[in-house]
């Protein structure tokens, strides 16, 4: 039943959700197989979430030259190779996984893509999700940490706007801050609206083009192995 | 049954399609509703689809000002009144739409929103739907034309990457080329991203902010009336 107005008609974002609840119980039986694998790998795993065109793929390209640790990434996207393809160009190990009309990643694509990856022993495996502020929110791939990209291109409300994703980030990168001068963004305004919504979350400023702030992402990195 | 690989095990992104088909039935008789007071008013109805932080609000806080015809906005947003607010201290009627946790504006919620909204003659709507641009694709509003808007600070990359909404789109705005200078950003490459999974789409470039290109959209409204 609608609960926008209680009109009596049903609801189609009603039925949505509740749908969604069944779904989501079974992404937590396979997000807790993908633990499993890391934990026997001792591989920590991250998964990255961002708007389209935040500059995940940039970051993972520029992160893959600075670790010293051997990673591996899994790649998310509706339709293309063209991440997985850049990353393998740049000397990643990468395996595109194409989700066609589905909006994320959910834990049981993250575990078929699992059975073509080699995780090497004390690896970093990066997740990179379909370009989504909002679905890949609810979906556990079985990761260590969730990072959410925001890029400062994008304006300093989205955190307000979208709190599902930035209140269960464990870290948010603010990007291409190299853009900075030519933009009207208000940093202060930006973080105190990502602690509004988590007052907890890390946050880190870098630009994966000027390579300002990408050492303090690669600490932190090597920090939460 | 698991698409990806015939494993015997339950797919969870199959059954999220195959609970879809039922949903996006139901959004259709919603959206014939809508159609039909658009119809009444003689109401042009445009919905408006973008990443999150592409420039929805800030264009159409210059096409109100630029518009002769009457116009009225319904956004949604998963939390925060703050694009209806600034939109109507810029002189704009609108109207806010909460989606929670729902990733777009389906037919039944806009319908709900034009009982609140009064549409005057031949005038014009403008529905900006949630930062997403995925899930919006699947979801007639019961529009005339669907606009998607790609920032140019997203890369030339995304028309391949989602195909469905530059495919469905009648009309792709080409945003903050004021930043162009900026970026390594190849403006070709992009249109042609955006021909190769839509022949037909017009293609504006347009910067709200030097407001370069505005004219050429204020033109295409105005024809489409």
Redesign the interface.
């Given at each position: 039943m609608?609960v926008?107005?209680g009109?009596g008609?049903?609801?189609?974002?009603d039925?949505?959700?509740n749908?969604?609840q069944?779904?989501l119980e079974?992404?937590q039986r396979?997000a807790l197989q993908n633990k499993k694998i890391f934990q026997q790998s001792r591989t920590t795993a991250f998964n990255l979430v961002a708007?389209?065109?935040a500059g995940k793929t940039s970051l993972l390209m520029a992160t893959g030259k600075a670790l010293v640790k051997p990673c591996s990434v899994i790649v998310g996207?509706?339709?293309?190779e063209?991440d997985a393809n850049l990353l393998k160009s740049n000397g990643l190990e990468a395996l595109q996984i194409l989700?066609n009309?589905?909006?994320h990643l959910?834990?049981?694509?993250v575990g078929?893509a699992l059975e073509k990856t080699v995780l090497k022993p004390d690896s970093f495996l990066f997740i990179e999700n379909?370009?989504?502020?909002?679905?890949p929110a609810?979906f556990d791939l079985g990761e260590h940490f969730r990072v959410v990209l925001l890029?400062v291109?994008?304006?300093e409300?989205?955190p307000?706007?979208?709190?599902?994703i930035f209140g269960s980030a464990d870290l948010v990168l603010l990007t291409?801050i190299d853009?900075l001068p030519?933009?009207q963004f208000n940093l202060k305004y930006c973080i105190d609206n990502i602690k509004a919504v988590n007052p907890k979350a890390n946050i880190i400023q870098l630009s994966s083009q000027s390579k300002q702030g990408l050492q303090g992402w690669i600490d932190w990195l090597e920090k939460a192995a």
């Amino acid at each position: 039943m609608c609960v926008t107005c209680g009109c009596g008609e049903p609801d189609i974002a009603d039925e949505t959700i509740n749908l969604e609840q069944d779904i989501l119980e079974e992404n937590q039986r396979y997000a807790l197989q993908n633990k499993k694998i890391f934990q026997q790998s001792r591989t920590t795993a991250f998964n990255l979430v961002a708007s389209p065109g935040a500059g995940k793929t940039s970051l993972l390209m520029a992160t893959g030259k600075a670790l010293v640790k051997p990673c591996s990434v899994i790649v998310g996207d509706q339709a293309t190779e063209y991440d997985a393809n850049l990353l393998k160009s740049n000397g990643l190990e990468a395996l595109q996984i194409l989700t066609n009309k589905v909006c994320h990643l959910d834990a049981h694509m993250v575990g078929h893509a699992l059975e073509k990856t080699v995780l090497k022993p004390d690896s970093f495996l990066f997740i990179e999700n379909v370009g989504n502020l909002i679905c890949p929110a609810l979906f556990d791939l079985g990761e260590h940490f969730r990072v959410v990209l925001l890029s400062v291109t994008e304006g300093e409300d989205k955190p307000l706007k979208y709190p599902y994703i930035f209140g269960s980030a464990d870290l948010v990168l603010l990007t291409k801050i190299d853009l900075l001068p030519h933009l009207q963004f208000n940093l202060k305004y930006c973080i105190d609206n990502i602690k509004a919504v988590n007052p907890k979350a890390n946050i880190i400023q870098l630009s994966s083009q000027s390579k300002q702030g990408l050492q303090g992402w690669i600490d932190w990195l090597e920090k939460a192995a």
